[in-house]
């Protein structure tokens, strides 16, 4: 297994903003299921990712299944979140030689699965946002 695999499923078992910051690389770019336009670098992929682990990270979180490649993983997760709605989703990460993460996208389903995570993750990332931003 890759060590940005394995340095992601340690992530995901005790998120660490320290540990998540070490392992993405400056120029990362994170592709989010409900926003079109990826976001690039460190600082705003290290706010989806947080949030993303608050939102989806709770006890039931778990990685179903794994697939890799070379350079990239396909990792499928499911949970159920506080309204008991079930969400199936992946993981598609890619690194460098380095083992920095240089591209992250999630996918969930089912559609209701998805709009039910939408606004819980607005809410995080309003709570993660620096105090400067003039952007959501």
């Known amino acids: 297994m890759s ?7 340690d992530y995901m078992r005790a998120p660490d903003a320290a540990a998540l910051e ?3 690389h400056p120029d990362v770019v994170f592709q989010s299921p409900a926003v079109h336009t990826p ?3 460190r600082e705003v992929t290290m706010r989806y990712l947080g949030a ?6 709770g ?5 179903v299944n794994e697939w890799r ?3 990239s993983a396909v990792l499928e997760f499911e949970c159920t979140l506080a309204d008991e709605t079930q969400v199936n989703g992946v993981d598609i990460i890619e690194w460098d030689g380095d083992d920095h993460i240089t ?4 996918m969930i389903r089912p559609v209701r699965a998805l709009n039910a995570v939408i606004p819980l993750m607005a809410a995080e ?3 993660l946002a620096p105090p400067d931003s003039s952007h959501g």
């Open 3 to 9: 060590d940005a695999i394995h340095r992601w499923h």
């Open 22 to 24: 070490a392992m993405l």
């Open 39 to 41: 976001q690039r670098g």
């Open 52 to 57: 993303a682990a608050v939102v989806l990270g």
């Open 59 to 63: 006890p039931d979180f778990r990685y």
């Open 69 to 71: 490649g070379d350079g």
């Open 103 to 106: 591209r992250f996208k999630v």
């Open 125 to 127: 990332l309003a709570k």
